[in-house]
């Protein structure tokens, strides 16, 4: 059944892809970004089943006029894919403040601004499908991540509860946990580095930050076959309230798992037992 696709960052990298295979397929695509007219750009041009919205997904109303330009046009909205990120990098000391703010501001409250306005559709049509792009550094703490680990983090939790909220509607949702794809993510447009400005870390910011430039271009996953493998989850009747992306995600969260059942049966000794005794 051809479905109602409402994707953010569409203007490049992973959500271009997404955008451009549901189009392939049949579906009717609500694809957004800061400027429509990259999106219709890099999509290939205007095309019957497209909607090119303009969305800033950390402006609420904008998120509400999106979502209201889509069922104008389509009449629902199937699937949500919070797609749209940046990545602040750094040690926390050397973020500041409004850095770090910024980065939950984009990667946390961007993807609820825009659930928040897609969920009363979904609500009313009874059945729907969330999709939040997570990461690697939301689920395993990830060195010069901090800011965007925080936010990632978040992003799970709220997504884990959120799935509780919304399924007695029939609506369903899934976290996508990536590795290291070959997005834009590392780009100029989308990384902002910390100052580096105090000298016990500056030795490894340097090296740090030389590190994650030449990842650029260089990332062992296809976002291509991601958006595939995505598209594929979408067609699930019950499709996962987690996806992990990517054999070095796996491999990642696998030892994380690890290590937290480790934690477990270490913690038990200290950790049981700790119930208040009421006086009998």
Known sequence: M???????????????DLARRALAAGHQVVATGRRPE???????????NLLAAALDIT?????????????DRFGRIDVLINNAANFYAGF?????????????????FGPMNVTRAVLPVMRAQRSGHIITLSSLAGAVGVDF???????KFAVEGFMEV??????????????????????????????????????????????????????????????AKLADALLKVTDL??????????????????????????????????????AHTDAS
Request: aromatic share 6%; with cysteine.
């Open 38 to 48: 990259k999106v219709i750009e890099a999509l290939g041009g205007e095309q019957d």
């Open 162 to 223: 959120l799935h509780h909220d919304v399924e007695p509607f029939g609506i369903r949702t899934t976290i996508v946990e990536p590795g290291f794809f070959r997005t834009e993510l590392l780009v100029d447009a989308s990384t902002t580095y910390a100052d580096g400005s105090i000298d016990d870390y500056a030795e490894r910011t340097t090296a740090t930050k030389k590190q994650w430039e030449a990842m650029n271009g260089q990332q062992p996953g296809d976002p």
């Open 92 to 108: 926390f000391e050397e973020l500041s403040e409004q850095q770090v703010r910024a980065q939950i501001e984009t990667n946390l």
């Open 145 to 151: 991540c901090v800011a965007y680990s925080a936010a």
């Open 2 to 16: 051809n479905k109602v696709f409402f994707i953010t960052g569409a203007a490049r990298g992973l959500g271009t």
């Open 237 to 274: 009747d019950q499709p996962p309230q987690r996806f992990i992306a990517g054999d070095d995600c796996l491999a990642a969260i696998e030892a994380k798992a690890k290590q937290l059942l480790d934690q477990v049966e270490s913690s038990r000794a200290l950790g049981s037992g700790l």
């Open 59 to 71: 402006d609420p109303e904008a998120a509400h006029a999106a979502v209201q330009a889509g069922v």
